[in-house]
């Protein structure tokens, strides 16, 4: 069982950054949390959780939603058991919910998982809000 914790969201304007933290609970170590594979997800009023950005485990491959290719940055730092997604050039598009996900992924170290239903863990999610 791994809690993910999310936080850094806030109401920005267009054109700004902002960068979003998973932290997974104290209890976890590296060791497990570096077999996880990450995901970011984000759910706007109305539409339904939508894929946003995703890294394997070994922190090798990552993949973006089209949407936010060129804008958006995921990464990882396992001594922190810690994800994060960079969001530059923001737009009032992005306003949402973001969720960060995770799975366990040993036996899969390269691969990046973008549908929901295959991530075990969830956080509870923070709003990101950008004006116009």
């Known amino acids: 069982q791994v809690d993910l914790v999310e936080s850094g969201g806030g109401l920005v304007q267009a054109g700004e950054s902002l960068r979003l933290s998973c932290a997974a609970s104290v209890r976890t170590s590296a060791r497990t949390f570096s077999r996880y594979a990450m995901g970011w997800f984000r759910q706007a009023p109305g539409k339904d959780r939508e894929f946003v950005a995703g890294l394997s485990n070994n922190g090798g491959t990552t993949d973006y939603a089209d949407s936010v290719k060129g804008r958006f940055t995921i990464s990882r730092d396992n001594a922190k058991v810690t994800a994060y997604l960079q969001m530059n050039r923001l737009t009032p598009e992005d306003t949402a919910v973001y969720y960060c996900?995770?799975?366990?992924?040993?036996?899969?170290?390269?691969?990046?998982?973008?549908?929901?239903?295959?991530?075990?863990?969830w956080g509870q999610g923070t709003q990101v809000t950008v004006s116009s």
């Open positions: 996900a995770g799975r366990e992924a040993t036996f899969l170290p390269t691969y990046v998982f973008k549908n929901e239903d295959q991530y075990n863990y």
